[in-house]
């Protein structure tokens, strides 16, 4: 008599134990980006990319990732609780890229020192938007705080409120920002700009305003992406056949690029 061999029983067999190695990627991985999150808010370069408003969520977000990656790394070594497989799931990578990935970002990030925008990008995102506030007839108006202590991103505001450019003549300027060079400008103009941030650096945008320099002084004095403090006063003026406020400049000095660079 022939006995019949075994058969495996129908139904859903048994899960393999995922790959441990795959789970320590996964642990590595987490404990990166923790670190770099870190590393960016105790060197100050968290603000270069994050509003200050949202700043302390990287914070909280990157110490817990610390904290769940060495409490799932003692969790896989000690083998108290064996996680069980993952569910099978449609993936454009196969197991172990997308983190692979993550993890390759995370050692560029480590590495890579983030610097703030620049001229180029300033040129690029249109910072020369300037020249759309203007009026055509002049009218009273009167600024509502001393204009020797407004920024960059006060004027830009209160022109976007009025935008006259002869309301605004003889007053006082006191300002920092970095050179921009745009090429329409004449040689003895320039612009003094600085990026404002709503959220993070992916949404920061230039805002900035010309400067005409004194006499026998031309732009090529000033290196694009160089900081200045220009003192002056303001005077109305044409550029591109539209009346614009100008800087009359009266004094240029050389600053050294600050810790915070943006605008909010």
């Given at each position: 008599?022939?006995?019949?061999?075994?058969?495996?029983?129908?139904?859903?067999?048994?899960?393999?134990?995922?790959?441990?190695?795959?789970?320590w990627l996964d642990i590595i991985t987490i404990f990166l980006w923790g670190v770099v999150m870190m590393q960016y808010w105790l060197t100050g370069k968290l603000r270069l990319l994050v509003h200050p408003a949202f700043s302390w969520l990287c914070i909280v977000a990157g110490i817990l990732f610390l904290l769940i990656s060495v409490w799932k790394g003692l969790q896989l070594r000690s083998r108290r609780r064996v996680p069980e497989a993952p569910q099978q799931h449609i993936s454009l990578f196969p197991p172990g890229?997308?983190?692979?990935?993550?993890?390759?970002?995370?050692?560029?990030?480590?590495?890579?020192?983030?610097?703030?925008?620049?001229?180029?990008?300033?040129?690029?995102?249109?910072?020369?938007?300037?020249?759309?506030?203007?009026?055509?007839?002049?009218?009273?108006?009167?600024?509502?705080?001393?204009?020797?202590?407004?920024?960059?991103?006060?004027?830009?505001?209160?022109?976007?409120?009025?935008?006259?450019?002869?309301?605004?003549?003889?007053?006082?300027?006191?300002?920092?920002?970095?050179?921009?060079?745009?090429?329409?400008?004449?040689?003895?103009?320039?612009?003094?700009?600085?990026?404002?941030?709503?959220?993070?650096?992916?949404?920061?945008?230039?805002?900035?305003?010309?400067?005409?320099?004194?006499?026998?002084?031309?732009?090529?004095?000033?290196?694009?992406?160089?900081?200045?403090?220009?003192?002056?006063?303001?005077?109305?003026?044409?550029?591109?056949?539209?009346?614009?406020?100008?800087?009359?400049?009266?004094?240029?000095?050389?600053?050294?690029?600050?810790?915070?660079?943006?605008?909010?």
């Open positions: 008599m022939v006995i019949p061999s075994p058969t495996k029983p129908l139904g859903r067999s048994r899960p393999a134990k995922p790959d441990n190695r795959l789970l890229w997308s983190t692979g990935l993550l993890l390759a970002s995370a050692c560029i990030a480590l590495v890579f020192v983030p610097r703030p925008f620049a001229s180029q990008v300033a040129l690029e995102r249109g910072v020369t938007d300037f020249l759309s506030m203007t009026r055509i007839e002049p009218e009273s108006f009167r600024g509502a705080n001393n204009p020797e202590d407004r920024s960059i991103v006060d004027w830009t505001r209160t022109l976007s409120v009025y935008p006259e450019p002869d309301a605004y003549a003889g007053q006082p300027v006191d300002v920092k920002g970095f050179v921009v060079h745009p090429p329409n400008l004449d040689e003895d103009l320039m612009i003094i700009a600085r990026f404002m941030i709503t959220c993070c650096a992916a949404d920061a945008y230039p805002v900035g305003l010309p400067v005409q320099l004194p006499p026998g002084t031309t732009r090529n004095e000033f290196e694009p992406d160089v900081w200045l403090r220009i003192r002056g006063e303001m005077k109305s003026g044409r550029l591109e056949d539209r009346r614009q406020v100008i800087i009359a400049a009266e004094s240029l000095e050389p600053i050294p690029e600050p810790d915070d660079p943006y605008g909010y």
